[in-house]
């Protein structure tokens, strides 16, 4: 393999395979032997199925594989080899719903076909006409699949190609995604406390109003959808805000979180703009000065659709990143990785993550700074404003750095929130993408971004958050499945199959242990969390001085609570106190804004860190990174044997659950203490034994290497990689002479 | 605490895993690495209320002015006093919070000149440049007497003492360590570790007063069958006279890596028989392969081009069963070019919105990528192929030992560890003649030097790639390498001084100077990877994709307070250590007094508990 390493050293991309030696060798040991099947879930059903099928190993150049069966069912593509599996049994991080080897059908992005050498996109007119000798799968998980139909028979070819095809691109119904037919029982696991909160009751809402101190007043009245079906159907509005019919749903400056100081964050979807001009204005007018009301009299509003990238910008730019991470063969990862930096840019991916962060960092200086409310609004106000006001309460909230506390905020924020999960997942592969858009992928990416610099902040780990951008496009869970709160309702009491009677009930994905034994969700915990360190109540007090302590001087003069009225009676003197200004406006220009915030990163770079205060990031360019663990995890090219960040988050693991044994040692012997039982989540880590060698790839826990005798991953074509023409290429080495020394 | 006294901060200017707490010291923990070499000394002749500047020994202040402004291009304009000795330079602003200083070694310095012509006001201006990736700019007021002197040109002096017949300030330096770091690399010691001699390899004496070549060293380990006769012959084949000779050798399957020059080939093809024997010599050595690798480190136009000068490459038809393969990797005029690009790029301002496109225009990461590739296929040829390899590129003293000792690194665990990755910088680097005052040009101050290159930067660079590949494989820490590269430019220790084995002894440096390794290995708890475990037999491989290499932010881009790293891991891990250590004690007092109480209650009870506690293997 290494002979082209020699001076030409260049590889040529595969030449098509010769397929004439497996086929013999096929053809000459042909036991009449059981066709295997899937386990199949329950209420999955097969479709169709074909055999002998070459899945090739995306290993190599060599073009080998593996022959099985493929199968396609109305929850998967599933390929299942004549060899006897043997590594199956031994992982410790094995999804129960699916398989190295397993597709859902949800997850299939594109397929392609090889016809006569030439890969073609399959779309509906293809399927119609032969079918390919190469099927080609990419994933929305970002693995890369390649079966190998010529040996099989031509009908059966046929019909497993028409088939996958058919489920996987044909626009379908709602109903028949899986998660209508999956009958999986809830989990007996799953405990009724320290669960997610799923903002699905007013006690929800009023309970995180009491947590964060909120002023504010739930709104009962959209319990059935009366005032609008896009609207949650509980939700929490700035107590000044008058009649609520008058806003036909939309325009409502909804709640998100509070300040300790009092001020708090609003997100809204802009009031329908009618005839005339001054309609729209008024209405304006009325949400901010709701919002205003809420503290201080002061608000500053920004519309995200002005200054954020579209929808549309966002599908845009991943599409043409995530081409980078679908490789197929090594001659294109080689390729590919020469012009790695500037392809990167040319996305743009990376930098409409920076903006999103950088947008919420401006928030963040107003309600911390500056103590003024915030109402950022948006055309709906379930997009952009769900990444800002998710990001906002990362950054100021500690408890939405936990794992419960960040899947509550999920739920508050984008499930609850309305956010068209199944229109901008395209779920169901509607054919207009102009609705499709990854925005909710586009959060996780910034949370990574914070984990990754701030990584003892938070609770959860990046595994954690890699496995929830997979479980999006999850056919099983209710959670991504819908547009709105009353479209999930509508349709999971419609698909009861008891009618009238309790709607269907879908497992959350927040229930892990559907996907995943506890063993396994131990990865989900980050052994750098730094947990607060004393029992809540000698952590509050100095907690609460340093906020006082941070309170800006405008906001100690009015501490006095306003009486009801004080408002209506004095409104003109005080509205010419109103600070109410635009976000975007007071912050001035673009470049300026950029200063600004810069100025406040660096002054909380000063402070000594608090992981458990506010959490800024640093946006200069090296810090922007790329999401390693969830885009390289199937590139066998990057994998790390023994190395990786794998490597350090092992060795903690195993080193906290030696200083856990120790403690339970200690607990145990200490007789006055052993009623006290000690529920911080990585207790659960136990010695996960990865067996002395310990050297594991640092694609862990996703991709295994298999058959990797241990040897290195040489690049080829280097030679095109720095043909370098200026003068200075072809100089000596030694400009002079010897130059005497000293 | 941060503003409270410099005692600490100076403590916490060690630790190279800038935590929080010494962020808000601002811009003057930017002189972290440079401060701390002298820290031991430090602690004794500072004065933490009074803004005493901290002398070494011998270390004597030579001009200071006041109302003297750095121009920060961070922070803006600060005013302050400057110091200069002859050692460092030293710039203190102290009515500001925090207090703001700049201190850095004289050696760092690659130029020094005035920028325009005096202002109306009488200002003048001065323009720094490092050579450790950052300009300095100061203002300030001409002298009214003229005849003076200014602090600046006496800077210009002291900066460049061999520009000025004057020696460098390691000469001076006389600093006693607990540990003499010139002992650390024994070549005899070193080579038995390998288990050699053997019955195929023998020491030869033929440099021993460095006739054969005067930039190799006089320990060489040859094929048994080649006479010292032979090897002469081989020499005037070689460039420099500097012959394939063994560096490392496998200790089971016997492959060797075996390093020279470019062979004087020549435009009409010369061949030398002896140099034919010799590499035929070197594959026989080892059994298990009938085959030999020959890496050149250049790309092949380059190779052929040297034919023009004499020199050139092993041509098949004369080294039969040899394969000869490129390696690509430019000449040190291109690394420095690249490395001037990169500085564009990261200081003082990251343009945000191009910084990928920047970074890659400058091909910084492109040449690491080769460099690592091509020590990847070399430790993969020895170590999977079992095929022994010469190594070689133009002279052997750039590119020859960046790849040999790469490669080394991912094959040998012993030069993971702390001192053994000195004795392979003092091996491969140091005795076998990487022109370090050339490419690093000590106190000179011609700043132009064509010889100049950041050759073992770019190693180091490498070398820091694999430990963020390989986070607990290797025993030193990030600050480790830091502490090397500043030291490679500060001329404090006599490490990296002079071009080769025999100038240093010409020049008595290990005896008129202290060692870098005295001061390291002195106090090697603040170089430890508290993440490191020792797996003898683990070779590495890196992953070579441009999409695994990082910029070293922590060390080009570490003046801009912005991108401080932040490095809670090291921090956190040390921590736990603590704890555990701690918790395993208290089990430890536990377990003596329950068995002090077992003594004299019953004897049933007591077993229980002792024996759930779970042996805890130490690793660290």
């Known amino acids: ?63 080998r594989g593996v022959f099985g069966t493929l199968f396609c069912t109305n929850f998967r593509i599933t390929f299942i080899s004549d060899e006897k599996s043997q590594e199956e049994t031994t992982k410790t991080f094995k999804n129960k719903l699916y398989g190295e080897n397993d597709i859902p059908l949800m997850f299939v992005d594109h397929i392609y076909g090889v016809y006569d050498e030439k890969r073609k996109l399959i779309t509906g007119a293809l399927v119609k006409n032969k079918y390919p000798s190469k099927i080609i799968i990419h994933c ?43 009958t999986g029982t809830p989990s007996p696991e799953m405990q009724r406390k320290r669960e997610t909160i799923l903002f699905d009751s007013p006690e929800d809402w009023t309970q995180e109003m009491k947590r964060t101190k909120a002023n504010c007043r739930l709104v009962t009245e959209n319990e059935n959808f009366e005032l609008s079906q896009r609207l949650p159907k509980y939700f929490v509005i700035p107590s000044a805000l008058g009649d609520l019919f008058s806003y036909q749903g939309k325009g409502f400056p909804i709640w998100c979180w509070s300040h300790y100081s009092g001020c708090a964050l609003f997100k809204a979807s802009l009031p329908p703009v009618t005839q005339e001009d001054g309609d729209f204005q008024k209405h304006f007018d009325i949400m901010i000065n709701a919002v205003a009301h809420n503290y201080l009299y002061s608000a500053k509003t920004e519309d995200l659709s002005e200054s954020l990238p579209t929808i549309q910008d966002i599908q845009q730019s991943y599409n043409k990143f995530k081409q980078f991470f679908l490789i197929e063969n090594s001659t294109d990862f080689w390729l590919s990785d020469m012009k790695w930096f500037s392809s990167l840019e040319s996305s743009g ?64 924020e984008w499930v609850a929130g309305c956010h068209a999960f199944l229109d901008r997942c395209n779920h169901l592969h509607q054919k207009d993408k102009e609705c499709y858009s990854p925005v909710f992928l586009l959060f996780l990416e910034c949370v990574w971004q914070l984990v990754q610099q701030h990584s003892p902040a938070f609770q959860f780990s990046e595994t954690y958050l890699t496995v929830l951008s997979d479980s999006v496009h999850m056919p099983v869970f209710s959670t991504f499945l819908f547009n709105s709160a009353h479209h999930r309702e509508s349709v999971l009491k419609a698909e009861s199959p008891l009618a009238q009677s309790s709607p269907l009930s879908c497992p959350t994905v927040w229930d892990w242990s559907v996907q995943f034994d506890s063993k396994a969700q131990n990865y989900f915990f980050n052994p750098l969390y730094s947990e607060k360190v004393k029992h809540e109540k000698a952590v509050r007090k100095p907690h609460k001085l340093k906020h006082q302590r941070q309170l800006s001087l405008p906001s100690t003069a009015f501490k006095t609570p306003f009486k009801k009225g004080f408002f209506k009676d004095e409104t003109d003197s005080l509205k010419k106190m109103l600070r109410v200004k635009r976000l975007s406006r007071w912050m001035g220009s673009p470049d300026s804004t950029a200063a600004i915030s810069r100025e406040f990163y660096e002054s909380w770079q000063q402070r000594p860190l608090d992981y458990h205060g506010l959490l800024l990031p640093c946006l200069d360019g090296p810090a922007v990174r790329v999401w390693m663990q969830r885009y390289l995890r199937w590139i066998p090219e990057v994998h790390i044997l023994g190395g990786g960040s794998v490597a350090v988050m092992t060795k903690l693991m195993e080193l906290l659950s030696q200083v856990q044994d120790l403690k339970r040692v200690l607990e145990q012997r200490d007789s006055s203490q052993a009623a006290k039982p000690d529920h911080r989540p990585y207790i659960q880590h136990r010695l996960l034994s990865f067996g002395s060698s310990g050297r594991l790839p640092s694609s862990f826990p996703f991709a295994y290497s298999r058959n990797r005798s241990f040897k290195p991953i040489i690049p080829t074509g280097l030679m095109q990689c720095l043909m370098l023409t200026d003068s200075l290429a072809s100089q000596e080495d030694e400009a002079s002479s010897f130059v005497s020394l000293v | 605490m941060e503003e409270s006294g410099s005692v600490d901060s100076v403590e916490s200017l060690c630790s190279s ?70 050692y460092r330079l030293f710039f203190r602003c102290t009515d500001r919070e925090p207090v703001f200083g700049l201190d850095l070694p004289l050696g760092g310095l690659s130029r020094v000149e005035k920028i325009g012509a005096a202002s109306s006001r009488g200002d003048v201006s001065y323009g720094v440049v490092c050579k450790d990736m950052r300009n300095l700019r100061f203002v300030h007021k001409e002298p009214e007497d003229s005849l003076k002197k200014s602090v600046f040109e006496v800077l210009m002096k002291f900066a460049f003492p061999v520009s000025n017949n004057m020696s ?81 050798i496998h200790p ?35 059994a298990q392969s009938h085959k030999l690798f020959i890496f050149d480190a250049r790309p092949s136009v380059n ?149 100049r290159s950041p050759i073992f930067l770019q190693f180091i660079d490498c070398v820091w790639q694999m430990t963020r590949q390989f986070p607990a494989a290797f025993e030193f820490n990030e600050y480790f390498l830091i502490t090397i590269l500043d030291h490679l430019y500060s001329c404090l220790f006599g490490t990296f001084l002079c071009n080769s084995e ?88 536990l377990q003596r007094e329950a068995a002090n109480r077992m003594a004299s209650s019953s004897s049933e009870r007591a077993g229980s508990p002792t024996r759930s506690i779970t042996p805890v293997q130490t690793f660290v």
């Open chain 1, 1 to 63: 393999m290494l002979s082209l390493g020699s001076v030409g050293a260049k590889s040529t991309k595969p030449s098509f395979v010769s397929y004439v030696t497996p086929e013999e060798i096929k053809l000459e040991k042909e036991p009449p032997k059981k066709l295997k099947h899937p386990d199949l879930l329950p209420g999955e059903v097969e479709f169709c199925s074909a055999n002998p099928i070459l899945k090739y190993t995306q290993d190599d150049l060599s073009q």
């Open chain 1, 140 to 182: 929305k998980d970002l693995r890369v699949f390649q079966f190998c139909l010529t040996y099989t028979k031509e009908e059966d070819a046929k019909k497993i190609f028409q088939g996958i095809a058919h489920h996987c691109l044909e626009e379908k119904s709602l109903k028949c995604v899986f998660a209508f037919s999956y």
């Open chain 1, 349 to 412: 991916w990376l930098d409409i993550i920076r903006q999103c962060l950088q947008k919420a960092v401006e928030v963040v200086e107003c309600l911390e700074k500056d103590n003024t409310n915030v109402l950022i609004t948006e055309e709906e106000g379930t997009d952009l404003c769900c990444v800002i006001s998710s990001l906002v309460q990362i950054m100021l909230d500690p408890y939405y750095r936990t794992l419960m506390g960040f899947q509550s905020l999920v739920q508050k």
């Open chain 2, 17 to 86: 895993t800038t935590t929080r707490s010494d962020r808000s010291s601002g811009p003057r923990v930017s002189d972290t690495e440079l401060r701390s070499k002298a820290k031991a000394v430090e602690k004794v002749y500072k004065d933490p209320s009074k803004d005493e500047l901290p002398l070494l020994p011998e270390e004597l202040v030579q001009d200071s002015a006041k109302d003297v402004t750095y121009i920060c291009p961070f922070i803006g304009p600060v005013r302050g006093s400057l110091t200069v000795t002859n």
């Open chain 2, 168 to 248: 460098l300030f390691a000469f001076e330096y006389k600093q006693v360590f607990p540990e003499n770091g010139w002992k650390v690399y024994d070549p005899l010691a070193e080579y038995k570790r390998q288990g050699l001699p053997n019955e195929s390899w023998r020491i030869s004496k033929v440099n021993d007063h460095y006739e054969l070549c005067d930039s190799y060293p006089a320990t060489l380990f040859v094929p048994v069958t080649i006479t010292d006769e032979e090897l002469r012959r081989v020499s005037s084949f070689r460039a420099k006279g500097r012959i394939p000779v063994l560096s490392w």
């Open chain 2, 252 to 286: 089971e399957s016997q492959a060797a890596v075996v390093r020279a020059s470019q062979t004087m080939v020549g435009q009409n093809g010369r061949r030398c028989k002896e140099d034919e024997k010799l590499l035929q010599a070197i594959m026989d050595a080892n």
């Open chain 2, 303 to 451: 190779a052929a081009a040297n034919k023009m000068k004499g020199g050139g490459f092993e041509s098949e038809d004369a080294y039969q069963n040899a394969e000869l393969v490129f390696l690509d990797i430019h000449n040190i005029h291109v690394m420095r070019e690249s490395l001037r690009k990169l500085k564009d790029v990261v200081y003082p301002n990251i343009e945000e919105s191009h910084w990928l496109s920047n970074l890659e225009s400058t091909h910084w990461l492109e040449h690491i990528k080769l460099i690592l590739a091509g020590a990847l296929r070399i430790a993969d040829k020895v170590e999977s192929g079992k095929t022994s390899v010469v190594v070689h590129c133009s002279d052997g003293w750039d590119r020859t030992p960046q790849l040999t000792s790469l490669a080394l690194i991912m094959l040998d665990s012993h030069y993971r560890t702390i001192r053994g990755f000195q004795i392979l910088l003092e091996k491969e680097w140091l005795s076998f003649g990487h022109r370090f005052q050339q490419r690093v040009g000590h106190g000179d101050k011609n700043h132009t030097d064509a010889d």
């Open chain 2, 502 to 589: 025999q100038q240093r002894l010409k020049e008595e440096v290990p005896k008129r100077t202290v060692s870098l390794w005295s001061f390291v290995n002195s106090q090697l708890e603040e170089f430890v990877n508290p993440l490191y475990v020792h797996y003898p037999s683990h070779v590495l491989f890196p992953t070579v994709g441009i999409r695994h290499l990082q910029l070293w932010v922590s060390y080009y881009i570490r003046w801009n307070p912005r991108m401080r790293p932040q490095e809670p891991v090291h921090q956190r891990y040390k921590e736990l250590l603590a704890k555990r250590a701690e918790l395993q004690k208290r089990v430890e007092e």
